[in-house]
Nanobody
């Protein structure tokens, strides 16, 4: 069984930084795209940043220039470096990955359990 486990959330003051990490484990044959989504109270889940297997990245306009997504293919991890955090960045952040398990014939989308990020003074 394939699992995604996030870490690194917490409380930070406006202007501060946080680093989120997500590790994939289990019977993994391959990992395609990876990404981070977030969901604030009363709002729909939205894409924050994504990275392809080739390393191409894309960002939501609201975080472009402040957040950086990266992946370590050897460790099956994806990270999100968040700088210049704003109160409006407060949300539950979810790791997302297209993973083909050892016994699967195609990649399936997996989600982590979510980690809370709160930006407040």
């Amino acid at each position: 069984q394939v699992q995604l486990v996030e870490s690194g959330g917490g409380l930070v003051q406006p202007g501060g930084s946080l680093r989120l990490s997500c590790a994939a484990s289990g019977s993994i044959a391959s990992i395609d795209s990876l990404g981070w989504y977030r969901q604030a109270p009363g709002k729909q889940r939205e894409l924050v940043a994504g990275i392809t297997s080739g390393g191409s990245t894309n960002y939501a306009d609201s975080v472009n220039g402040r957040f950086t997504i990266s992946r370590d293919n050897a460790k099956n991890t994806v990270s999100l470096h968040m700088n210049s955090l704003k109160p409006e960045d407060t949300a539950v952040y979810y790791c997302n990955a297209a993973i083909r398990g050892t016994y699967e014939w195609r990649a399936n989308i997996r989600w982590g359990q979510g980690t809370q990020v709160t930006v407040s003074s």
